[in-house]
């Protein structure tokens, strides 16, 4: 069992930055691809980035490219995602997935993900 805990949201106006944390307890996520989805209110969770379990390969959705970074630090057990040049449609609740399919994050197929944490939300104003 996997429990994913994520930080570092908040309030930011557009332009600015924030780092999102994804910490997981009880079993290493080592061997998990890891990403993280976003929901906006009204809208459905989509997928934002995701990172191999060897962080060779990473993926982002379009709306996120040259803005958004995923990594993670494997001693840590924790993935982070680095989140520059905001925008007022960012705005949403972050949600830190972790699983062993690699498709699923490419394709957004969230009925089949393995792992979520609580989420941590995200405001960006104009």
């Known amino acids: 069992q996997v429990q994913l805990v994520e930080s570092g949201g908040g309030s930011v106006q557009a332009g600015g930055s924030l780092r999102l944390s994804c910490a997981a307890s009880g079993r290493t996520l080592s061997t998990y691809h890891m990403g993280w989805f976003r929901q906006a209110p009204g809208k459905e969770r989509e997928s934002v980035a995701a990172?191999?379990?060897?962080?060779?390969?990473?993926y982002y959705t379009d709306s996120v490219k040259g803005r958004f970074t995923i990594s993670r630090d494997a001693a840590k057990n924790t993935v982070y995602l680095q989140m520059n040049s905001l925008k007022p449609d960012d705005t949403a609740v972050y949600y830190c997935?972790?699983?062993?399919?690699?498709?699923?994050?490419?394709?957004?197929?969230?009925?089949?993900?393995?792992?979520w944490g609580q989420g941590t939300q995200v405001t960006v104003s104009s």
């Open positions: 990172i191999s379990w060897n962080g060779e390969s990473t």
């Open positions: 997935a972790a699983d062993y399919n690699w498709r699923l994050f490419l394709v957004g197929d969230i009925a089949r993900v393995d792992y």
